[in-house]
């Protein structure tokens, strides 16, 4: 499959904020690392999970992505062209084939507009159809994501709707452009379990039925073997270990990811972890550790951890990983 999406060394770092007198001399010039040279790519067609705990840069990266956020420095290119590099007509173009499904349904829908009107609004930034013709489209996309009968709910206001039928909301928003690339942000993070598997089994029917293809966002590794081809485990702005999902899941490398697939609850009250949990707390991104990010807390680790800065390193096929301590040691 053919590359639809190159990241090269995204860099994306924050200023502290310390007020107006701190800013003009220059007292403080910390920053964010929010996101710290992350390269990776997606192939057309696949679903690349991003998987991380709280605060690892997952939204941040997915937002660099589609150019909601501007880089401190890095590349994005979408079909080998530079997202940054657009006019804003190109940039409406692109938006187009670019779109997104946030986190939360509510806060992402606007309470003064009935959801006919939000999930048409955006054909009248990227197209040319009459009235009449963004309507059609508009509740045939809403039928398609389960929204039905499109008629009726597309009069609805957001607080009228359930949070399962919001998030439909949400998707047909992002699908009425007949996008090729999405980002799902956490899209089911706010659902309970019976909503969060329609949603799933929602978003996998669109993604043949549409051809599309996703950077699924997510803080729980076991949603991901429903949907995702490949996963990439993301620590403080930095890719850890990206690969297969059946490889990362079946065969993991770095310790981090190790920790996170232990910490997945296994449905068994006679199952005990073995697992060794990584100690400490999570460092700042504002201060994070030399070397190893993850070095603190690695029970691997040993001092060349928090000297050198690993970097991706094949382990197997297509599968990198950010830890030559358990390279060399076979894995």
């Not at 998030?167 to 047909?172: G, K, S, T």
């Not at 009425?176 to 659902?191: K, L, Q």
Request: net charge neutral; charged share 25%; proline share 7%.
């Amino acid at each position: 499959m053919n590359k639809l999406i190159q990241i090269n060394n995204l860099i994306k770092h924050f200023p502290l904020d310390k007020g107006v007198l701190a800013h003009l001399f220059g007292k403080d010039k910390r920053v964010v690392r929010a996101v710290d040279d992350v390269s990776f790519f997606i192939r057309e067609g696949e679903v690349l999970g991003l998987a991380g705990e709280s605060g690892c840069g997952k939204t941040t990266t997915g937002r660099l992505v589609l150019r909601l956020l501007e880089p401190t420095s890095g590349e994005v290119r979408y079909r080998d062209k530079s997202v940054f590099n657009n006019t804003p007509e190109e940039m409406r173009q692109l938006r187009e084939k670019m779109q997104v499904i946030f986190q939360d349904p509510f806060a992402s829908l606007s309470p003064r507009m009935s959801i006919g009107a939000s999930v048409g609004h955006p054909l009248k930034f990227h197209t040319s159809y009459s009235a009449a013709e963004i309507r059609d489209m508009t509740h045939d996309i809403m039928e398609k994501v389960g929204l039905s009968p499109a008629g009726f709910l597309s009069k609805k206001y957001p607080h009228q709707l359930s949070g399962g039928q919001r998030q439909r909301v949400v998707i047909a928003r992002a699908l009425i452009t007949n996008p090729d690339f999405v980002v799902a942000d956490e899209p089911i993070a706010m659902a309970d379990v019976s909503v969060s598997a329609m949603i799933l089994e929602l978003m996998v029917q669109l993604k043949q039925e549409f051809d599309l293809t996703y950077l699924f966002i997510t803080h729980d590794l076991a949603t991901c073997k429903y949907i995702c081809d490949r996963i990439a485990i993301m620590y403080l702005g930095q890719i850890l270990e990206i690969g297969p999902l059946n490889e990362v899941f079946g065969h993991p490398v770095h310790p981090y990811t190790i920790s996170l697939l232990a910490a997945v609850p296994v449905p068994d009250p006679k199952f005990r972890r073995t697992d060794v949990i990584p100690k400490g707390e999570i460092p700042s991104a504002i201060d994070p550790p030399a070397g190893c990010r993850f070095h603190p807390r690695c029970p691997y680790a040993i001092a060349e951890c928090s000297v050198k800065i690993p970097v991706l390193e094949a382990a197997g096929e297509d599968h990198w990983v950010a830890c030559p301590v358990r390279l060399k040691a076979g894995g």
